[in-house]
Nanobody, 122 residues
Framework: QLQLVESGGGLVQPGGSLRLSCTVSGRTLNYYSIGWFRQAPGKEREGVVCISMNDISTYYKDSVKGRFTISRDNAKNTVYLQMNSLKPEDTAVYYC???????????????WGNGTLVTVSS
């Protein structure tokens, strides 16, 4: 019943910034946990960050701490991922996912968007 659509990806130079958006429809946003995952070619999909329902907690992958920030705007039914100081290793397709509670495993999240490509390159 839940639909998620990502936007904001693109090409950026190392050290640059992007803001990804995840627009959610079908249910009340605040009662879902929303995570961002990414998948690079030849690699497994990995959890990047998650914000829990009612903003109880946030969880960040160690390699993005201090660079990425997740936030939620319930009035706009949108979750944002602000990405600063981007590195080439951040290059991946980024996916928005939703479930009752956060999970680091993609298999623990029930609802997914189709992804948006982020390329960090000179």
């Amino acid at each position: 019943q839940l639909q998620l659509v990502e936007s904001g990806g693109g090409l950026v130079q190392p050290g640059g910034s992007l803001r990804l958006s995840c627009t959610v429809s079908g249910r009340t946003l605040n009662y879902y946990s929303i995570g961002w995952f990414r998948q690079a070619p030849g690699k497994e999909r990995e959890g990047v960050v998650c914000i829990s329902m009612n903003d109880i907690s946030t969880y960040y992958k160690d390699s993005v701490k201090g660079r990425f920030t997740i936030s939620r705007d319930n009035a706009k039914n949108t979750v944002y991922l602000q990405m600063n100081s981007l590195k080439p290793e951040d290059t991946a397709v980024y996916y928005c996912a939703a479930d009752t509670w956060c999970s680091w495993s993609p298999y623990g999240m029930d609802y997914w968007g189709n992804g948006t490509l982020v390329t960090v390159s000179s």
